[in-house]
């Protein structure tokens, strides 16, 4: 398990089946990450299982699900758009480590993890996963998100959103990829702080076997 000096807020965004799940389940293996959904709370009020909506990926029933699931959540957050948001920031303010929720479909959400009340000491960033970047928007939209294609590619342009490529064939490419993304995430990360910079990476990097000198 990878050490980190600091507490990080991540989220993904994507298409179904793009990876988000992938690089959540990474960072927790890897960083030690919790990971969150904002779906989850509507899938509790909304009457399925976890166990039950895995089950409808396999059986093929999951697109019609999803529709379900997204219209009782435009239903309840008509009136209160953070309905389902604030509860789980909630949860990510009371977890003493790094946290990545995994499913930032609305400029709500995204706002949550940008505006995010922090201290000094903890990191805030948004990813947007993608297996084909140029065919990741229908009509201006993200796949099943609210999301246009300008607020993605705004974010990407002024660096509040970092794009994730997964176009390899195979998890074990998917995550060695990822392992040399995250290295250079956590080493951009270290840099900024009060503490001196040359400390912050001699103890990040003593967790590798490969010496400062080949990765600086």
């Not at 293996?29 to 976890?50: H, M, N, P, V, W």
């Not at 009340?117 to 947007?128: H, P």
Request: aromatic residues 12%.
């Amino acid at each position: 398990m990878i050490g980190f000096p600091f507490k990080r807020v991540y989220g993904l965004i994507g298409s179904p089946r793009d990876g988000k799940n992938s690089v959540a389940q990474f960072l927790e293996e890897t960083r030690g990450f919790t990971s969150l959904a904002f779906a989850d709370q509507i899938k509790e009020e909304f009457g399925i299982k976890k166990e039950d909506f895995e089950a409808a990926k396999i059986s093929g029933e999951i697109d019609k699900i999803r529709k379900a699931l997204w219209d009782f959540s435009e239903k309840k957050t008509k009136n209160n758009p953070s309905y389902f948001i604030s509860s789980v920031m909630q949860r990510v303010s009371d977890l003493d480590g790094s946290v990545v929720i995994t499913d930032i479909r609305t400029m709500d959400e995204l706002c949550a993890i940008i505006g995010y009340k922090c201290s000094f000491n903890e990191v805030k960033m948004s990813y947007f996963v993608s297996r084909d970047f140029e065919n990741s928007f229908k009509n201006g939209m993200l796949c099943e998100s609210k999301l246009s294609q300008e607020t993605i590619l705004g974010g990407i342009e002024d660096c509040t959103i970092s794009r994730i490529n997964n176009n390899r064939s195979g998890l074990f490419y998917f995550y060695r990829d990822l392992d040399s993304f995250f290295a250079k995430e956590d080493l951009k990360h270290l840099l900024p702080y009060n503490r001196s910079w040359r400390e912050s990476i001699d103890e990040y990097l003593k967790q590798f076997v490969i010496t400062q000198r080949e990765l600086l």
